[in-house]
């Protein structure tokens, strides 16, 4: 996977991303990352992400919790690495989140349809 700018400004309302993210993100993470939101947006970790279709639209790959905390904490903009690789569809997005979370976190295995329904009523 191939990044096309290290570093950049998404805003959150641009994200497309399941509310039930296919690892595992406690509340107690979302918490942590609402009160470093809150405190120093720039110390959160950049969240990765693809585009999706033609639409300009961008995924979240990883990093959910940071998402869900950066919402919670009223932070309209998180950092950001879009890759060059394009999504054509939610099985495109499900298999890049699940390469990520099988790579780098813990798979939450009930979580994977509530992921693809979610994706399926969007697309």
């Known amino acids: 996977m191939s990044i096309l700018e290290s570093k950049t400004k998404v805003r959150i ?14 509340q107690s993470n979302i918490n ?4 470093m939101a809150s405190e120093d947006p720039e110390s959160l970790p ?3 992400f693809a585009r999706v279709n033609d639409d300009g639209k961008l995924y ?3 990093h959910h919790d940071v998402i869900l905390g950066s919402k919670q904490a009223g ?3 998180i950092n950001g690495v879009i890759t060059d690789d394009k999504c054509s569809g939610s099985a495109d997005i499900v298999k890049k989140h699940f390469i990520e ?8 295995p009930a979580s ?12």
């Open 13 to 26: 309302s641009e994200i497309l991303s399941p509310s039930v993210t296919v690892g595992i993100s406690t």
């Open 32 to 35: 942590k990352f609402a009160q």
């Open 46 to 48: 950049p969240v990765k």
């Open 60 to 62: 979240a790959i990883n």
């Open 75 to 77: 932070v309209s903009e």
């Open 101 to 108: 979370i099988l790579e780098n976190e813990t798979l939450s």
């Open 112 to 123: 994977i349809f509530d992921a693809i329904d979610f994706l399926e009523e969007k697309l």
